[in-house]
């Protein structure tokens, strides 16, 4: 005799506090969780800098943290923004420009996040006239712990769920089309809070803090981050229902996360061929 399965039924708000019913239609209709976890990313990465500079792993004080965290935030949100519209809302962006300033609404993309914050970078190491390696290893430092709850506030909002699954943890999303057959679906942005969030934070602060590679090779640390989440995302994709069409036969964050992974190996074979020069220099 086997026993039905009761899921459980997605029922949390997306908002931490919402207008009042007059004001409910304007802007964004409240605070949401979705920009309480950027928020929560961005006040995280700037410990963690802080942390940093206490522990002598980097030159950047308390002032200069605040500089660089203004580049980042830029970068996080302009790219993300942008690079959702071009790379999952190409027919929508063309029909109607004003989406990109309509952020309420929703869409931004991780992987237009990570080309702005590349940008941000190279603009900041050319602004203070340094190298962009550096920089770019404590920054790959601070990013995981603001993908983590990006992922959970997905949840929060019922937002980019899994494919369908008899799991018992499997979750009913009203907003899924088939939530009215009681189909469940994985939770997959928990599993993308702890791949992407988790096991790369993980990781890349063992690299930092275990080893000097940091200081051999500066930029090796940026290019394995950037493997290491490429495989997270190509490896959570599996168990999240596509919310875009296919590029040949894979999700788009599986294909768009293989161009991160090959800047990554590029940066590594960057980053050990000037530590081989610097070191014949020497």
């Known amino acids: 005799?086997?026993?039905?399965?009761?899921?459980?039924?997605?029922?949390?708000?997306?908002?931490?506090?919402?207008?009042?019913?007059g004001f409910r239609d304007w802007g964004p209709g409240g605070i949401r969780w979705y920009g309480i976890s950027y928020l929560c990313g961005f006040v995280a990465a700037g410990m963690l800098l802080r942390f940093f500079w206490k522990k002598n792993r980097s030159p950047y004080e308390p002032d200069q943290i605040l500089n660089l965290l203004t580049f980042q935030v830029l970068g996080v949100l302009l790219g993300g923004r942008i690079g959702y519209a071009l790379l999952y809302n190409w027919p929508k962006l063309v029909e109607d420009p004003l989406i990109l300033f309509r952020v309420w609404e929703g869409g931004m993309s991780s992987h237009g996040g990570f080309i702005?914050?590349?940008?941000?970078?190279?603009?900041?190491?050319?602004?203070?006239?340094q190298s962009p390696f550096p920089i770019g290893d404590l920054i790959v430092?601070?990013?995981?712990?603001?993908?983590?709850?990006?992922?959970?506030?997905?949840?929060?909002?019922?937002?980019?769920?899994?494919?369908?699954?008899?799991?018992?943890?499997?979750?009913?999303f009203p907003h899924a089309p088939d939530f009215a057959l009681g189909i469940a679906r994985h939770p997959s942005q928990l599993y993308a809070a702890v791949l992407e969030g988790l096991l790369t934070f993980t990781y890349i602060q063992w690299r930092f803090w275990k080893t000097d590679?940091?200081?051999?090779?500066?930029?090796?640390?940026?290019?394995?981050?950037?493997?290491?989440?490429?495989f997270a995302r190509i490896a959570d994709e599996f168990f999240r229902e596509p919310d875009a069409s296919l590029i040949l036969n894979m999700s788009r964050g599986q294909f768009y996360s293989l161009f991160l992974a090959a800047g990554g190996i590029v940066l590594i074979i960057l980053s050990e061929k000037i530590a081989k020069q610097r070191k014949l220099h020497s």
């Open 141 to 172: 430092c601070v990013v995981p712990p603001g993908l983590c709850f990006g992922r959970i506030a997905n949840f929060i909002n019922g937002e980019l769920w899994g494919r369908q699954t008899d799991v018992s943890w499997g979750v009913l």
């Open 213 to 230: 590679i940091s200081i051999r090779a500066p930029g090796r640390l940026s290019g394995e981050f950037l493997i290491v989440y490429a």
């Open 116 to 129: 702005g914050v590349c940008i941000a970078t190279l603009w900041y190491a050319r602004i203070s006239k």
């Open 1 to 21: 005799m086997t026993t039905e399965v009761q899921y459980w039924v997605h029922d949390l708000s997306p908002f931490l506090y919402e207008f009042p019913a």
